[in-house]
Nanobody
Framework: QVQLVESGGGLVQAGGSLRLSCAAS????????KGWFRQAPGKEREFVAA????????YYAGSVKGRFTISRDNAKNTVYLQMNSLKPEDTAVYYC??????????????WGQGTQVTVSS
């Protein structure tokens, strides 16, 4: 069983940066693929970024590639999403997720409660 808690969301102006954190409980978290997804009002949950359990491979949605970076700290059981050059269209609730298998679809077994990111123009 894995429990995930996101933090770091907030209100930022366009062009600004935020770093989201996702703290996990469970000794096996390091062996799970990690993902970040987001959901804007009236839209489906969409893939943002993901990392294999080893950290050897990362994947990004085209809309965030070059601006967002997923990373991890196994010692802290935490995964991060560094978001730079934020745009108003990045406004959404951001969720972290974990699963034995990496995917770009929201099929992960474990989810956090989400953290709101609002980018003003």
């Amino acid at each position: 069983q894995v429990q995930l808690v996101e933090s770091g969301g907030g209100l930022v102006q366009a062009g600004g940066s935020l770093r989201l954190s996702c703290a996990a409980s469970g000794r096996t978290f390091s062996r799970y693929a990690k993902g970040w997804f987001r959901q804007a009002p009236g839209k489906e949950r969409e893939f943002v970024a993901a990392m294999t359990w080893s950290g050897g491979s990362t994947y990004y949605a085209g809309s965030v590639k070059g601006r967002f970076t997923i990373s991890r700290d196994n010692a802290k059981n935490t995964v991060y999403l560094q978001m730079n050059s934020l745009k108003p269209e990045d406004t959404a609730v951001y969720y972290c997720a974990a699963d034995p298998h990496i995917a770009t679809t929201p099929t992960y077994d474990y989810w956090g409660q989400g953290t709101q990111v609002t980018v003003s123009s």
